[in-house]
């Protein structure tokens, strides 16, 4: 009402954003781009969807707050809500795999890497060509970037990963970057002395661990040993080292993925307690891939995106009772969905975002210098196809990699608005496809989702995580505040305060 003359303010003209829903329980999950979600019994839809919500309601200033309904004075701060979900587009390729070899000590039944046998030294990487991947991986626009040894076992080529190290640390520092060096292993080579330099020059470092002794000790097979005694030792040993050297044991502690294989679907709470049993802060529950010799042994170790969901579901229940009694463990794949669905950033999982980070987000160094959209794509290289490799460091510059046919075609095939089902589906926000999945899956980097089992994995871990959300049982509430709560760890970041020793 105007004061004055007496004539009433003309009514706020609103509009309707784009929304997508989804029958969760009893009510409805509906979603926006910018990732805002909300929960609606069938009426509340019905006056969204038909623009019946009164002004003035609770429900009105609840869908204009979430940015379901618009005013003139909202659209601004939507699009910048939805500019900050997406911003890791900006920032370029952060993830630089470096794949120092492939030769390995260990013969595991799900091999992703394609290894080759301890004496085939033609299968790692040189000095030389080293240096080359990391002058590229420092050209990216971003200022913070991870280094992230890979193999084969990246310790059979240990002079490489300490030159990388090095060096890198001394360019990174010289062209103002931050850069933090992750080392992947199975830990059967480490001695004290690796250790000790690995330690003082801030390496994190991360290890596989498949549960219990008689199931790691199927899955991965060492000569003349057994691979769970020496990863569960240097596990330990590693945790003791961080302490000695002052880092605080909240923040510095060897992280540790499992494989997921037919022989865990009856053993879900096994594989927990034996994380909870090696102090490890958080648990991986990743489905398998079908790369490398895992397609060949696919039979003996697969199983259905069905099979695993129920396997998921139970180890999650047991999570997060361990939670409920005291025990402090995370599980990874939920997090970074919960990350998602509830923070107003996105934690850039270069596997689970739109588009996916093949090659603008991740690029991977073979042992000889080839690059590939990302290690799964050298995965599929391994087994004789090299649809995903984009060429050599020798030639390339970081532009031509990131501009290559190669990687706007996994932009396409990965942009989850573009893609039919996809584009309607309530998870859109949240969610990613893999186009090397797909590939090697259904035969097309563009994903089929009625048949695909990634998309039906990720579509019952939504399912899952939004029913709990639903609940709204404080407890879970708070122990997935704990799991989403970002924390940084600046003593592995290399930014000029520890070039070697400190
Ligand atoms: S293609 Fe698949 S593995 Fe490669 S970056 Fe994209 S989502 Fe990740
Ligand atoms: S992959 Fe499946 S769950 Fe994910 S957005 Fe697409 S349709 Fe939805």
């Not at 659209?75 to 911003?87: M, T």
């Not at 890198?168 to 480490?190: D, E, I, Y």
């Not at 990699?401 to 075609?409: A, L, Q, Y």
């Amino acid at each position: 009402m105007n004061a004055k003359t007496g004539a009433k303010a003309p009514a706020a003209k609103v509009q309707r954003n784009l929304f997508r829903w989804r029958k969760i329980g009893a009510k409805h999950v509906v979603t926006n781009d910018h990732g805002a979600h909300t929960f609606l019994d069938d009426e509340q839809l019905d006056e969204l969807i038909t623009g019946r919500v009164k002004a003035g309601t609770p429900l009105y200033e609840e869908m204009r707050q979430k940015g379901f309904l618009l005013e003139d004075t909202d659209i601004q701060r939507v699009a910048d809500a939805y500019d900050r979900k997406v911003s890791f587009v900006y920032r370029g390729p952060v993830l630089h795999i470096l794949v120092v070899t492939l030769r390995c000590n260990e013969v595991c039944t799900y091999c992703h890497a394609s290894r080759s046998n301890m004496s085939e030294t033609e299968t790692d990487m040189s000095i030389t060509t080293a240096e080359k991947c990391v002058d590229m991986a420092l050209r990216s626009p971003s200022n913070t970037m991870t280094i992230e040894f890979q193999g084969g076992e990246p310790l059979a080529n240990y002079e490489v990963v300490q030159h990388v190290v090095e060096y890198g640390s001394a360019q990174a520092q010289a062209r103002g970057k931050r850069v933090m060096f992750s080392l992947v292993s199975n830990l059967a080579l480490m001695d004290e002395t690796k250790l000790d330099w690995l330690v003082q020059n801030r390496v994190q470092i991360s290890t596989s661990l498949d549960g219990p002794k008689d199931l790691h000790d199927r899955n991965r097979k060492l000569v003349g040993g057994s691979a769970y005694d020496r990863t569960v030792f240097w596990m330990k040993r590693i945790n003791e080292a961080y302490v000695a050297a002052g880092l605080d044991p909240q923040l510095y502690h060897v992280e540790a993925l499992a494989t997921i294989t037919r022989e865990h679907l009856s053993r879900a709470k096994d594989l927990v307690d034996e994380y909870v049993k090696n102090e490890c802060r958080a648990i991986f529950l990743r489905p398998l891939n079908p790369f490398g010799f895992a397609k060949k042994t696919g039979e003996k170790v697969s199983y259905t995106a069905t099979e695993f969901l129920t396997f998921y579901n139970e180890a999650l229940d047991y999570v997060l009772q361990k939670n409920r009694d005291g025990v402090e463990i995370l599980e990874r794949l939920g997090a970074i969905f919960l990350s998602k669905i509830m923070t107003p950033d996105d934690p850039n999982y270069l596997d689970i975002r739109s588009p996916c980070g093949a090659g603008i987000g991740q690029i991977a160094y073979n042992h000889d210098g080839s690059i590939f959209t990302c290690d799964e794509g050298r995965m599929v290289y391994q087994m004789g196809d090299e649809v995903f490799r984009i060429g050599s460091v020798d030639t390339l510059t970081l532009k031509d990699v990131v501009t290559s046919e190669t990687v706007k075609s996994m932009a396409m095939a990965s942009c989850l608005d573009g893609l039919p089902g996809c584009a309607a589906c309530a998870y859109k926000p949240f969610c990613g496809t893999c186009p090397v999945f797909n590939y090697t899956e259904q035969g097309n980097i563009f994903p089929q989702n009625s048949t695909n089992s990634r998309c039906t994995i990720y579509m019952g871990i939504q399912d899952r995580l939004f029913r709990e959300l639903q609940s709204e049982d404080p407890t879970v509430r708070g122990i997935f505040q704990r799991w989403i709560t970002v924390k940084d760890r600046p003593e592995f970041m290399h930014d000029g305060r520890h070039l070697g020793p400190s």
